[in-house]
């Protein structure tokens, strides 16, 4: 029970950082989004209630799209052709502004250029890279005439590139961590991966669907005042337990990605603990998928795949606790017959 405690509290830190892995779409009035490493899309009609935050990512507001909050963004681009209610505030990217976008609050620019289309509005102020408070006798840059450096061009792959090692990183210890304490489980759910990958992708689209109906019926539930004390607890509850689930699938693949790379160092007389490999395939894994993610339109198609498979994984052994069931194939069902080698 105290492995298991520990465990939980690892994948419940790692929940705040890596969820969502892909990319998300809004699906009508909900509350603000967190994002990292992804992007973001109002579409139009569509409408988001609270802010929106993107970290190493891109957002992008349509028109008819409709944010009631904030939106900010580093280390990405965001496009605007709808309507925010508050500020748009981003650092390290880039601003397009379409002929309907309408920023009802300021728009705060730091490192990153804007492209604004005529018909564009923005009712506060427009601010780029803001300048300290001015100190007799120190002279300052005007803010209506910023200064521009010819690496400005570099600002934004660099830091998503950046972002994108610090994440990998970050998962890369969790990672080792995971392994240290519960390599039997962390084994069991990439073996389900490799082994039956239809039926595991398969069980995590279904789970994600489950997942989406549930909480939005318990939302539904929770507009009744008498209810809302047993359903918010739940929603929350289900929250952690799925973002969970996404973290320790990707961990458990990354983990049988290190055991190939420790199997060929193996070969060449060296050997690679649990630990250690869980560690770097993960980094490897993460790298690459999430690196992947950033191709426009079908970048998201790896990264949902690789979350589906991991967590139908951690469905199917219930967290690692149990095997999985193996059938065995005619070839291994049916004994060699007598003389086939003579």
């Known amino acids: 029970m105290k492995t298991a405690g520990k465990f939980l509290s690892i994948l419940l830190l790692a929940a705040m950082l890596f969820v969502p892995l892909q990319s998300a779409a809004a699906k009508g009035l909900q509350d603000g989004q967190v994002i990292f490493g992804s992007s973001y899309t109002v579409k139009d009609g569509e409408t988001l209630n609270g802010d929106l935050v993107v970290f190493g990512g891109s957002a992008t507001v349509e028109k008819g799209g409709k944010v009631l909050g904030a939106v900010i963004l580093a280390g990405g681009s965001v496009t605007v052709d709808g309507d925010v209610s508050k500020d748009v505030i981003v650092m390290g990217g880039a601003v397009n502004l379409g002929p309907s976008a309408h920023i009802r609050g300021n728009l705060v620019t730091m490192g990153a250029p804007v492209s604004k289309a005529d018909g564009a509005r923005v009712d506060g102020d427009s601010i780029d890279n803001p300048t300290p408070p001015v100190v007799p006798g120190v002279d300052t840059p005007s803010v209506a005439e910023p200064t521009k450096s010819g690496l400005d061009w570099l600002v934004n792959p660099v830091w998503e590139a950046v972002m994108l090692f610090v994440r990998a990183f970050i998962l890369a210890m969790l990672a080792l961590l995971v392994a240290l304490f519960l390599p039997v489980y962390t084994r069991r759910v990439g073996e389900a991966i490799t082994r039956q990958p239809m039926q595991a992708g398969g069980m995590g689209f279904l789970t994600l669907v489950g997942f989406i109906v549930s909480v939005v019926a318990l939302g539904l539930f929770s507009v009744f005042i008498i209810t809302i004390l047993l359903t918010v607890p739940l929603i929350i509850a289900l929250s952690i337990a799925f973002s969970a689930a996404i973290v320790f699938g990707w961990i458990g693949l990354g983990t ?37 993610g950033f191709i426009a339109c079908v970048g998201w198609i790896l990264p949902f795949v690789v979350s589906m498979l991991g967590l139908g994984a951690v469905v199917m052994t219930r967290f690692g606790s149990r095997p999985i069931l193996l059938t065995a194939t005619p070839a291994e069902a049916q004994p060699n017959p007598v003389g086939e080698n003579l």
């Open 256 to 292: 049988e990605v290190g055991l190939r790379f420790g199997a060929m160092v193996q070969r060449s007389g060296g050997e690679i603990p649990l630990p250690m490999a869980a560690a770097l395939g993960t980094f490897v894994l993460s790298v690459v998928v999430n690196g992947i």
